[in-house]
């Protein structure tokens, strides 16, 4: 007579085991490998990492995120402090900055965030304060040659700091009230006395 051995049980667990592993290591294979797997983990995953990606960028584009700051400081022309253009390239003097003339091709240096609390809302290195408190100047327009804080706050004293008067402009303490410690050569010898001394009719020369 024929016995029919009944089946262990410990064989159905190894078989059961060798399929489920077989599975697993399925579906850890890429996605176009394994059209079978029904738990597609791996896509999945990086689906859900290009959502969260697109989601950001779009967040920061709308400017609901906050975009990291950005330097605009530069070196325009005569070695001036200057402000930068969003093309990183075009660097305009910061007197230029909120004066009603879009200075950089998109407009960034009139936007309203920048403009709107003059001088609070401009950035620290655009902006030079005079000796007296109620007033300031663009950055550029310190030792310039010109009394643009009216006391010659930004041409004289520590305060400023400026170099001594350069090879276009004559020293004297000048008659004229925008002149702070010296005037342009190009006044020199004009028939009009500039210079309390009068050094710029009977000594210098254009």
């Known amino acids: 007579m024929n016995k029919t051995h009944p089946q262990r049980n410990g064989d159905v667990a190894t078989s059961d085991s060798t399929k489920s592993f077989s599975e697993e290591r399925a579906c850890c294979q890429p ?3 394994r059209a079978g797997c029904t738990q597609r983990r791996v896509c999945v995953s990086a689906a859900a990492l290009l959502v969260l990606a697109a989601a950001v960028g779009l967040a920061v584009a709308l400017g609901l995120l906050p975009r990291a700051p950005v330097n605009r400081f530069c070196a325009a022309s005569n070695n001036r402090t200057g402000f930068l253009c969003d093309d990183r390239a075009t660097c305009i003097l910061a007197s230029q900055v909120c004066d009603r003339v879009s200075n950089c091709r998109n407009g960034e ?4 965030k920048l403009c709107g609390d003059l001088p609070r809302s401009l950035p620290g290195y655009l902006v030079f304060r005079c000796s007296n408190p109620a007033y300031w100047v663009y950055a550029d ?13 930004d041409e004289t004293g520590s305060l400023a700091a400026c170099p001594p008067c350069g090879s276009e402009w004559w020293s004297c303490s000048p008659v ?3 002149y702070c410690s010296c005037v342009p050569r190009r006044l020199c010898r004009d ?13 210098c020369r254009p």
């Open 141 to 153: 327009q310190r030792c310039n040659g010109m009394n643009d804080c009216g006391d010659c706050s």
């Open 191 to 203: 028939g009009i006395q500039h210079c309390l001394s009068w050094s710029d009719e009977y000594i």
């Open 31 to 33: 996605c176009s490998a």
């Open 176 to 178: 004229l009230y925008e």
């Open 109 to 112: 240096d009139e936007q309203e």
